[in-house]
């Protein structure tokens, strides 16, 4: 949930908030902003619990009270309310918009744009054109720069505005480098919820690339990558055997060794972002990718001497792997991908189709492999819930079986069929 539905959720779950919110709503309305303050008078035991713990001052012999709208609102931040405004809180805890003077509110909208249209033409780019439109818009993500501006942190806005012009970067660059190049301070983007949203705006207009609301380590590190900004390229890492990679027309020459020697490579981001071409060492053959450290090493392990290519995510796509495996469809590759038979497992391997749907093949997905390797672990009615957002025919037999059984089976399990079907590839 966003700040603003876990406030509006928190506030309408405590009865003895409605007389509040309900004079919250008049001043608001009365003075066209959230400002002044509300007196409550012949206050409730309940009403003095809660205002006691919002405030973390003592209301128990108090038989009124001054609340300043401001100083609530204030109280959001460090909390899980964070970013929200006082006003949309109001109008989701009393169920109706706000009513405010006419004139006072469009002067202020007024205000807004021109606030906007002036970013816009300082730091002029596509970028922030597709931006300025989005806010305009009121686009759902939107709210971080209404919120900032209402506050009147016009110069955190500005930052963005700036960062944006600059984008995309014709050569990658490490974030705190693109953080101080923009603001003089590299960390001044380490956690700037603000970039973030602005960029899934950006993208989502120019290649109707869908945002997210709640977006994961790994989707921030790939939205910054697409506009050239490395978050993290050393921890970001995939563990290779049997596949060679080329630089400037020429095979690596440590890359040839590695396998000579029967070595596993862990490529971090930093030395994949460098490569022009990723092959199996056989150029026919086809590459295998599995999810689990364990299961890559046993394959590795009994397949060593054998010509054999295969690839080790370490669970959730970083983006080294998927870096890796854009690089492999490039050379019409066959990829086949084993995971974990649970929500999370099976969404990972139904993205991958969905990007690459005539390179990925789905390997040992059947309902009879997951009968197989059954655990005792139990899905919840949430995860549950993701396997609700699959359309592939190819798992559907084995999602409505999941579904029934509610229990998780993992790659561990499979890692003899694993080997069986790597050699029999091999000897094609």
Known sequence: MSPKEEAVKYFKERAGYSRIFLEFAKKIESLG????????TKLTQEERVLLRNWFQKDYSTQRTAKISLKKFEEKFKGTKFDGALLYEVVEGVIGRKLVYKKAEKNEMERNKIHFFEEMAKTYSSEATEFLTASIYEKHPLHVGFTAAYNKGELKEIEKVFHA?????LKKHMRLPLFAEKVTGNPHEFDNDGRLISALQMVREKKYEVPVQT?????YINQLLFDFGILKDDITNYVSVFGLMGERGGRILHSWVESFKEKSVRNEPLREVIKLDRVYPVHKNNPVFVVENSGVFSSIVDELEDLP??????HGQFKLAAIQIIKLLTEESCQIYYSGDFDPEGILMAYSLKQKYPEHINYWRYSVKDYNKTLSNIEFSAARLQKLENIDDNDLKTL???????????YQEGQIKGLIKDVKEFNKC
């Open 33 to 40: 902003d959230v400002g002044g303050h509300v007196e409550l």
């Open 164 to 168: 944006l012009s600059l984008l995309p």
């Open 214 to 218: 709640s977006p994961n380590a790994e």
């Open 308 to 313: 054999i290519s295969i690839i080790c995510t």
């Open 399 to 409: 999602i409505n079986q999941m579904q029934k059984v509610k229990k998780a089976s």
